[in-house]
């Protein structure tokens, strides 16, 4: 068990825009971050997507062991040349339906353990689940450390823009995360993965550059009408989302062009957002904006005119949005391994400060039989 001092761990991130592997270094004690460190990306490719992909909505089944082994050998070759006391491994989310109690993310940190030779922080879902929680998100607590050390005074909501949008809304005048009233977290939307799927599918390139194909179509009001009226949106916080939550709307697209579907897919990330906002506490002194959604021009400009709020690139208070979810892996890792919450009340609706998690010593790879 880890004590109160600084460890130095890494944290791994796969998502569900499915690209590639974030790996940070981030040094804490599970509370405060004292530094960030070293960074790498490491991209999927083609085959590695295409089996991903056809993974994405299933459930546990021996059918998926290649998958799995192969989640598993990726990570072990993003880690490579990081050293660390102990590591985050989120594994890849297939399916999520809290609802019926189930999270289903592939690969075991054991193997990554016996491999690295470092203890493993793995599993972060399951018990929150079980617990009847949403089991997501899970990085409002490292949200709030952030802010933390960024020295904010006033209230500012995170906006993460992955696969699925998520927020994070942060009062820094609290000591403790999981007090009630410090943060309030929930999923906003679909954002980056149906904006992908409809490029590969339509364009046959990964996603939208820049927003230059969103540029060029023109938002089909109807769809997004259609879209912001489905039950999720009125449900109250907090709430999630599984990836593929909202593929009913692309049946929407009847007799749409090619273009005019991202543009109307970029400005539903847009519309839930608005309404997310609107369902804070407070307005937020600033939206810090991380994942790859930040970078499309076409959702930043559609976001800064839709809000009353700063909008800004959270490299503007000097994080990195490329490798913020992994360091949030890192960063429970830490609380993983001391024994401390990760989900409480009003970020995955659980009943109480919930623990999680599994930690993985690493053993022989003889006595941890084959992998």
């Known amino acids: 068990m880890f004590t109160k001092k600084p460890y130095r761990a890494v944290g791994m991130m796969s998502g569900t825009s499915l690209d590639g592997i974030d790996v940070a270094e981030i040094v804490t004690d599970g509370d405060r971050i004292f530094e960030f460190g070293r960074s790498a990306y490491h991209a999927y490719d083609d085959d590695h997507r295409s089996m991903l992909q056809a993974g994405l909505g299933r459930w546990p089944d021996p059918e998926l062991d290649p998958l799995q082994?192969?989640?598993?050998?990726l990570h072990i070759e993003a880690a490579q040349g990081f050293s660390a006391d102990i590591l985050g491994f989120h594994g890849q989310t297939l399916a999520h339906d809290p609802a019926s109690g189930r999270t289903h993310q592939i690969g075991n940190g054991q193997i990554l353990a016996n491999h690295l030779g470092v203890p493993v922080a793995w599993d972060f879902r399951s018990r929150d689940v079980a617990h009847g929680g949403q089991g997501a998100p899970l990085a409002?607590?490292?949200h709030f450390a952030c802010a933390k050390y960024c020295g904010v005074t006033e209230p500012i909501a995170v906006l993460n823009l992955g696969g699925v949008g998520?927020?994070?809304?942060?009062?820094?005048?609290?000591?403790?995360?999981?007090?009630?009233?410090?943060?309030?977290?929930?999923?906003?939307?679909?954002?980056?993965?149906?904006?992908?799927?409809?490029?590969?599918?339509?364009?046959?390139?990964?996603?939208?550059?820049?927003?230059?194909?969103?540029?060029?179509?023109?938002?089909?009001?109807?769809?997004?009408?259609?879209?912001?009226?489905l039950d999720y949106f009125a449900a109250p916080a907090p709430k999630s989302l599984d990836r593929d939550d909202f593929a009913q709307v692309m049946d929407w697209f009847s007799g749409v062009?090619?273009?005019?579907?991202?543009?109307?897919?970029?400005?539903?990330?847009?519309?839930?957002?608005?309404?997310?906002?609107?369902?804070?506490?407070?307005?937020?002194s600033s939206l810090w904006v991380t994942g790859g959604g930040r970078k499309n021009p076409v959702i930043m400009s559609g976001l800064s005119a839709g809000l009353s709020c700063p909008v800004i690139p959270i490299e503007a208070v000097g994080l990195d949005g490329d490798m913020l979810e992994a360091q949030a892996f890192g960063y429970?890792?830490?609380?993983?391994?001391?024994?401390?919450?990760?989900?409480?009340?009003?970020?995955?609706?659980?009943a109480h400060p919930m623990g999680g998690g599994q930690i993985a010593q690493p053993q022989s790879r003889a006595a941890a039989g084959p992998t």
């Open 140 to 142: 409002p607590f490292f």
């Open 69 to 73: 082994q192969l989640v598993e050998r």
């Open 166 to 229: 998520n927020i994070t809304y942060v009062n820094p005048s609290y000591d403790d995360p999981a007090e009630n009233g410090a943060v309030l977290a929930f999923d906003t939307g679909p954002a980056n993965a149906p904006i992908n799927d409809a490029m590969m599918a339509r364009f046959g390139r990964p996603y939208d550059e820049n927003g230059q194909t969103a540029t060029q179509g023109r938002m089909n009001a109807d769809v997004v009408r259609r879209t912001m009226a």
């Open 257 to 284: 062009k090619d273009a005019d579907v991202i543009a109307t897919l970029t400005h539903i990330v847009v519309a839930s957002v608005i309404h997310a906002v609107g369902q804070l506490p407070k307005r937020p």
């Open 332 to 350: 429970l890792a830490v609380r993983v391994a001391r024994g401390m919450p990760i989900s409480a009340p009003m970020t995955t609706g659980v």
